[in-house]
């Protein structure tokens, strides 16, 4: 298998893990927990269910086909990225995470109209699993930036 078909793979593979483990888990709380329930798991950590029907942490609130968008043209932005050079290290990582958080979240929009948040750590707003996916995938993005961006200055002077 060549490289890129390789990289195409792996971010596929976990664009539908990540969306899995989300909706998962999303269903999971729905069915054992009630809107403002609180459950103490451990330490600061708990689990609430709320449903989000603005960006993250709220912000934007309203929903509607505008977040959709938003969000269909922050997963093109990706995948434009990501087929620029699929074959770099790691970019597979950042693009499988930011897109499975995405479709995951934009699923919950397209059947809701808003997101199930469930991840409670005070002082944050809830989150879910599709939240915690796309954050890292673009710190894994900014990372692969700024490094060749070092690198470059680097290699210049």
Known sequence: MSPTARAWALAAALCAFVVAIDQAAKAAVKAHIVVGEVVDVAGPLK?????????????????GVGLIAIGL??????????????????????????????????????RADAVTDFVDLSPWPPFNLADVAIVSGVIVLVVLYLRDASASQRADG
């Open 47 to 63: 689990l609430t269910l709320s449903h989000n029907r603005g960006v993250a942490f709220g912000l934007a609130g309203g929903g």
């Open 73 to 110: 043209l922050a997963l093109g932005v990706v995948g434009y990225l990501f087929a620029r050079d699929p074959a770099r290290p790691w970019m597979w990582l950042a693009t499988g995470l930011v897109a499975g958080g995405a479709l995951g979240n934009l699923a919950d929009r397209v």
